[in-house]
């Protein structure tokens, strides 16, 4: 279960990602007890074309602060955590090292381009607008 120092390492490295970008693409699984019985397509729609102002935290609740609400709060189970990828100049990306698990995937225009990308259990995918850093 991640600790409440693991839970800020992944706030502060989707905030590197993150902060000030724009959604550009928005992949959502098809899992109605993790968005609780908000669907898909709603979801996407919803984070789509939004600015993040900010990444927050309160204890194990981490929130994307957009431009205007909705805001996804996500919530650090036992095996929650964040990957977060950006791409360096010349295409290479580098992963923040952040506690893997089945919550949330923050990925640049630089994208990880891997057959095993994203992995199974990832329940939020999110692409940003921005290029590389």
Known sequence: ??????VEAARRAAHKVAAGR????ARVADD???FEGVA??????ALVG???KAVRRHGKHLWLEL???PWPCLHFGMTGGIHAS??????????????AGRAVRLVSDGAVNR???PPRFTKLHLRFAGGAW
């Open 1 to 6: 279960m991640p600790e409440l120092p693991e």
């Open 22 to 25: 724009r959604i550009v693409e």
């Open 32 to 34: 109605p007890i993790v």
């Open 40 to 45: 898909p397509a709603r979801f996407r729609r």
């Open 50 to 52: 939004r600015r993040v």
């Open 67 to 69: 431009d205007r609400r």
């Open 86 to 99: 950006r791409a360096r100049p010349g295409g290479a990306a580098r992963r923040a090292a952040v506690p």
């Open 115 to 117: 057959p095993d990308w």
